[in-house]
């Protein structure tokens, strides 16, 4: 027998270390290759809800009662979690969005700041989600057409009339449109002759 076959040559090493480098990346590459992919998918999904909460409140700007834009209000918080400048932004929309108005003494300048608020908020949550937009086009560049909010502004104060009405508040009033004589059945009373 030949006595040097314990003895491991510098090749036989090379070996060594390949078959256990290549063992390694096969138990270990496809659990690393899952992990990419679900991290990938987190963050994808991370930066769709982002956009989709962005595409919300630029669709319903002008519209600022809509549920959709109140739900997406909201959400900012869980959405937006990481992202410190819009979470000061969010913060500073909704403490005046929260401030209470007497009646008669909101003026035209607590709106302005209402409606300067709401655009950097719109407009920190543009640059967090990739999107290029200018403050000016933000405010600036909304259509929103006057029959949307007049009607809305109508259900409104339908749906106030409808609950003073439920609540006995209010009382429905009856009226009788159709002239009693002219559909009456019945024919006309006699005529009474006064001498």
């Known amino acids: 027998m030949d006595s040097n076959f314990w003895a491991f040559q510098a090749k036989d090493w090379i070996n060594i270390l390949i078959l256990v480098v290549t063992g390694f990346a096969v138990y270990i590459g496809p659990i690393r290759a899952v992990k990419v992919a679900r991290r990938e998918e987190v963050e994808a999904l991370k930066l769709r809800q982002k956009a989709e909460i962005f595409a919300s409140l630029m669709k319903t700007r ?63 949550i543009a640059r967090a989600t990739g999107f290029s937009q200018d403050k000016k086009e933000i405010e600036e560049l909304a259509y929103s057409p006057s029959g949307w909010a007049s009607d809305q502004e109508t259900i409104r104060r339908l749906h106030g009339l ?27 009373a006699p005529a009474i002759d006064p001498n």
Not at 166 to 186: G, S
């Open 62 to 124: 002008r519209f600022q009662l809509d549920p959709e834009h109140v739900s997406s209000l909201n959400l900012i918080q869980v959405y937006f979690s990481e992202e410190e400048t819009v979470l000061a932004a969010y913060k500073a929309y909704i403490r005046l969005l929260s401030r209470k108005l007497i009646p008669g003494v909101a003026d035209e300048s607590f709106w302005k700041e209402r409606d300067d608020a709401f655009i950097d908020l719109v407009y920190a």
């Open 162 to 188: 409808l609950i003073e009405i439920l609540e006995n508040k209010r009382p429905i009033p009856v009226t009788n449109f159709i002239n009693p004589t002219v559909f009456n059945p019945f024919p006309p």
